[in-house]
């Protein structure tokens, strides 16, 4: 089966049910750390009548799991918002690496300044790398070593093999956010208690995925599910198949960290099924 790109779509809202920020910290790290297992390439967070504190406070806290622990410090200020990050869980996904350096890896960098024989990358060695080409200063890049030696040589090069996940804050509320991301997926699906069990239209599911380069999942919030907030007139535009992946759930609710893994899951085996 061809490389599905996947992205998954979540409110702003799901922190809301406490004023706990370790909890909050928590929740969030739950979804990162679910993302990276099942080779998520893009976590979009929208406004689903939430404040716009919380889609940055969701955002920030995705985007410092994905860097690499030897950037943190160097990315990242010291705020009250990220004082609890302490208690995420590892990614432990390839652009977090925990070995020696080899001539051949790949490395996320942070351009540091710019000089005469290029610009200085600090991929988290013993010393700092040069990159060859001028490059815009303090932005995390990712990197092929080229050549280990007095010097370390790198190219701007990215890995074929999964290189963790892009976040997005768009501030908009749904059905805005599906129609402003680029690329545009070309197979939106809804996830909904009260959609048909994903087990009854299984063929269908992976017909589509099939055909797919970029299929998004939508969740809907603690509060509101994606029937209220997408305009019905909207609905059907928007979303080309709705299911439901828990089906029989044997507790009232399933909070969206918790939808989040159950559906990757499911998708995950239907895209690595023959």
Same mark, same amino acid.
Request: with cysteine; hydrophobic share 35%; net charge positive.
């Given at each position: 089966?061809?490389?599905?790109?996947?992205?998954?779509?979540?409110?702003?809202?799901?922190?809301?049910?406490?004023?706990?920020?370790?909890?909050?910290?928590?929740?969030?790290?739950?979804?990162?750390?679910?993302?990276?297992?099942?080779?998520?390439?893009?976590?979009?967070?929208?406004?689903?009548?939430?404040?716009?504190?919380?889609?940055?406070?969701?955002?920030?806290?995705?985007?410092?799991?994905?860097?690499?622990?030897?950037?943190?410090?160097?990315?990242?200020?010291?705020?009250?918002?990220?004082r609890n990050v302490g208690i995420l869980p590892p990614l432990?996904?390839?652009?977090?690496?925990?070995?020696?350096?080899?001539?051949?890896?790949?490395?996320?960098?942070?351009?540091?300044?710019?000089?005469?024989?290029?610009?200085?990358? &600090?991929?988290?060695?013993?010393?700092?790398?040069?990159?060859?080409?001028? $490059?815009? %200063? =303090?932005? *995390?890049? /990712?990197?092929?070593?080229?050549?280990?030696?007095?010097?370390?040589?790198?190219?701007?090069?990215?890995?074929?093999?999964?290189?963790?996940?892009?976040?997005?804050?768009?501030?908009?509320?749904?059905?805005?956010?599906?129609?402003?991301?680029?690329?545009k997926p070309d197979l939106v699906i809804g996830t909904s208690?009260?959609?048909?069990?994903?087990?009854?239209?299984?063929?269908?599911?992976?017909?589509?995925?099939?055909?797919?380069?970029?299929?998004?999942?939508?969740?809907?919030?603690?509060?509101?599910?994606?029937? &209220?907030?997408?305009?019905?007139?909207?609905?059907?535009?928007?979303?080309? $198949?709705? %299911? =439901?992946? *828990?089906? /029989?759930?044997?507790?009232?609710?399933?909070?969206?960290?918790?939808?989040?893994?159950?559906?990757?899951?499911?998708?995950?085996?239907?895209?690595?099924?023959?």
């Open positions: 089966m061809q490389q599905n790109h996947i992205s998954i779509f979540i409110p702003a809202s799901i922190i809301a049910e406490t004023k706990d920020l370790r909890i909050r910290t928590y929740k969030v790290g739950l979804i990162g750390r679910s993302a990276a297992i099942f080779k998520v390439d893009r976590i979009v967070v929208y406004n689903d009548n939430s404040q716009k504190e919380d889609v940055k406070f969701i955002s920030d806290v995705l985007t410092y799991m994905n860097t690499p622990q030897y950037l943190r410090k160097k990315v990242f200020p010291i705020t009250r918002e990220l432990r996904t390839p652009h977090h690496p925990t070995g020696e350096l080899h001539e051949g890896d790949y490395r996320q960098g942070l351009t540091i300044k710019r000089t005469k024989k290029g610009t200085i990358v &600090d991929i988290g060695a013993d010393k700092l790398a040069l990159c060859k080409e001028k $490059l815009s %200063v =303090n932005k *995390v890049l /990712s990197f092929k070593v080229a050549k280990l030696a007095k010097e370390i040589t790198i190219v701007p090069d990215t890995p074929d093999f999964y290189w963790g996940y892009d976040t997005i804050s768009t501030y908009k509320n749904l059905h805005e956010s599906i129609q402003s991301i680029k690329p208690r009260y959609a048909a069990p994903i087990t009854s239209v299984l063929d269908e599911v992976k017909e589509r995925l099939k055909g797919s380069k970029h299929t998004a999942i939508l969740f809907g919030g603690p509060y509101s599910g994606l029937h &209220d907030l997408i305009p019905s007139q909207k609905e059907k535009e928007l979303i080309d $198949l709705e %299911v =439901n992946t *828990v089906p /029989s759930q044997g507790t009232k609710t399933v909070r969206t960290e918790e939808a989040v893994l159950s559906t990757l899951s499911v998708f995950n085996l239907l895209l690595n099924s023959e």
